[in-house]
């Protein structure tokens, strides 16, 4: 499925005419997990942004704080929760919550998510494979943090919450895995 992430209302003028989209693909069960293949896309050339450098993958907090991608996935009429956070180079974390912003821990994770970078002269792309519980359907919301080369941070997601940009709200879980 195809979704287009739309920019927060405070958003500064001039930024909000960036495409961003992403791409979902929830894949077929192997026992008792499925993947979901999610693309997130950005039309403009990553030199605009705040790219960090390239690392081995692993588990690190706090990557909202420059150009991050965001999955948050809820079953179906649960207040739980999961974040996943995918940096361009390579770092991730997973978190799982009670309900709204309660009970943070990290998530327990089977396998660390996939995650690769394809960039283009007019366009670039981040993938993140993740593996799910099989079996479930789920809500979703996705999101971007954009830090671009000149300090200025736009926050872009499926749905925002009326104030602030808080991807967290349950108002966001807008998208539906089967």
């Known amino acids: 499925m195809q979704l287009s992430l739309i920019p927060h209302q405070a958003t500064p003028s001039g930024i909000g005419d960036l495409k961003v989209w992403a791409s979902v693909d929830h894949a077929a069960a192997f026992g008792a997990t499925a993947t979901v293949n999610i693309w997130f896309g950005i039309g403009a050339p990553a030199s605009r ?23 948050f996935l809820r079953e179906t009429g649960a207040d739980r929760y999961q974040e996943w956070n995918f940096a361009p180079s390579g770092q991730w974390a997973a978190y799982e919550f009670s309900g709204y912003r309660d009970g943070m821990a ?35 919301n996705l999101a971007a943090v954009l830090e671009e080369t000149n300090g200025t941070k736009s926050y872009w997601a499926l749905a925002h919450a009326p104030d602030k940009p808080d991807f967290h709200s349950p108002d966001c879980f807008v998208a539906k895995l089967p």
Not at 116 to 140: F, H, P, Q
């Open 106 to 140: 990290e998530l327990d994770v089977g396998a660390p998510p996939y995650i690769r970078m394809e960039d283009n002269l007019t366009w670039w792309t981040l993938g993140a494979t993740i593996a799910v519980e099989a079996g479930k359907s789920w809500e979703l």
């Open 49 to 71: 942004f705040v790219i960090p450098e390239a690392e081995d993958p692993s588990r690190t907090d706090e990557l909202w704080k420059t150009t991050c991608f965001e999955a």
